[in-house]
């Protein structure tokens, strides 16, 4: 029997914190202000706030369960050693689904802002964009971080700008102004959710990781809190330049917003960043759904050849393509606010179980070894986790009945799927 070839250990600090910003950063922000400010109004920023809060607490407990099971399994190492077998297979089925749904829903956006420069028809580019960037990552994971470190940069520098540009209109607008009261404000938090997505990603770089223990930690953190800043000063901003109304009915709210400020060159300018901001967060999606497809086949919980290493590349390539091929079969998905919403369905409920996890841990293993530990017990008892769990809850809550009843339908093929697993289990042993 041939010597298991390991993934290749060469991510630092900065590495780690800027993959993590580049896929939060992505297109989340740029697809979704317009809808989200059509529920919330001016208050758009206060949804960005609330929505960070479950980014917070459940990024503590990741960053305290990556520190004592520093793997690419991620959730489902976490969720195994706390509650077994069964709801882990769920949560690794939901966190793969999320990823590869979310990967192709923002390379439609991709091939949006790629049509309207080029005239490529949507699905093409989008197609052709999985196809390279799953190249990307088959040749390595350093080559893979430095272009998202590269497009983070970009991104972000798009979306300093944005914040430039508003600060001459600052005061102009009330920033409390809410069409639809607090009910749109908790709705539009429900969705602009999705921007936050992809910080969960970065634990699954923990077997690439130099010192994972606490790089991980610490970059998980560094990367939430850098996004918070960035998205509560560009909502403020944006709806300081042109208000609720026009942001709410555009499709290209940044791009009306630089027209407004600096003329039609500014259109261009803008789609050029965000080309890099969706490609970037597919890239992160791509990678984050590849890795737990590898850790959990590694784990034998999914065939054992999708924990195949290249042996000159040293990247999971069987799983990196089969997320390829799955991110392939969803572009066809639909619009965007809704898709975002059945992945954030999927985010909610797997973060209650995560949150869920840690807590249940410090009872079952209090002797563990945790580099890293969520701040703020009373006994053994975390009190963040809890917020993060009630914080889910009530953003489930905030999801319209279409999107929890898609939601429920994975849960519970999800579940069909673990029984698969278990009894194949239990034929082996």
Request: hydrophobic share 60%; with cysteine; glycine share 8%.
């Amino acid at each position: 029997m041939s010597e298991k070839v390991a993934l290749k250990r060469e991510l630092g600090l900065t590495e780690v914190t800027l993959s993590g910003v580049g896929i939060i950063l992505g297109a989340g922000i740029y697809a979704l202000i317009g809808k989200a400010t059509a529920l919330s109004g001016n208050s758009v920023w206060l949804s960005f706030a609330l929505a960070s809060l479950i980014a917070v607490f459940t990024g503590l407990s990741y960053a305290e369960l990556s520190s004592m099971f520093p793997r690419a399994s991620a959730e489902y190492e976490y969720t195994s050693n706390a509650f077994g077998r069964r709801l882990a297979f769920i949560i690794g089925w939901l966190i793969i689904l999320s990823a590869v749904i979310g990967a192709s829903t923002v390379a439609l956006g991709f091939g949006g802002y790629f049509k309207a420069l080029s005239g490529v028809p949507v699905i093409t580019s989008a197609l052709l964009l999985i196809i390279a960037l799953s190249g990307l990552l088959f040749w390595g994971i350093k080559e893979s971080a430095w272009f998202a470190i590269i497009s983070t940069l970009i991104e972000s520098a798009g979306l300093i700008l944005i914040i430039f540009i508003g600060l001459p209109y600052l005061g102009k607008v009330d920033y409390f102004e809410m069409p639809q009261g607090l009910t749109g404000v908790f709705q539009a938090s429900a969705l602009v959710f999705f921007a936050y997505t992809g910080f969960e990603s970065i634990v699954k770089l923990s077997e690439e990781t130099k010192n994972p223990e606490k790089t991980i930690p610490k970059g998980l953190m560094l990367a939430i809190l850098i996004s918070i800043v960035l998205y509560i000063s560009v909502a403020i901003s944006a709806v300081s330049v042109i208000g609720w109304e026009k942001l709410a009915a555009s499709d290209a709210p940044f791009a009306d917003l630089a027209f407004s400020a600096f003329g039609s060159d500014a259109f261009i300018l803008l789609a050029m960043i965000a080309l890099f901001a969706t490609a970037n967060t597919v890239l992160m999606m791509m990678l984050g759904a590849s890795r737990i497809i590898y850790g959990m086949a590694d784990s034998f919980t999914l065939p054992v050849i999708l924990a195949s290493v290249h042996i000159s590349r040293r990247t999971p390539w069987i799983a990196i393509f089969t997320a390829m091929l799955l991110s392939m079969l969803f572009v066809f998905a639909g619009d965007i606010a809704f898709v975002a919403n059945v992945d954030n369905f999927t985010l909610f409920v797997t973060f209650f179980v995560i949150n869920a996890a840690l807590i249940l841990l410090r009872y079952k293993e209090p002797q563990m070894e945790r580099p890293f530990r969520v701040p703020l017990t009373i006994g053994k008892f975390p009190v963040l986790p809890l917020f993060g769990i009630v914080f889910c809850v009530f953003m489930l809550f905030q999801l319209e009945w279409k999107v929890l009843l898609v939601g429920a339908v994975l849960v519970a093929i999800g579940l069909v799927l673990s029984f698969v697993d278990m009894n194949k289990k239990t034929a082996d042993d």
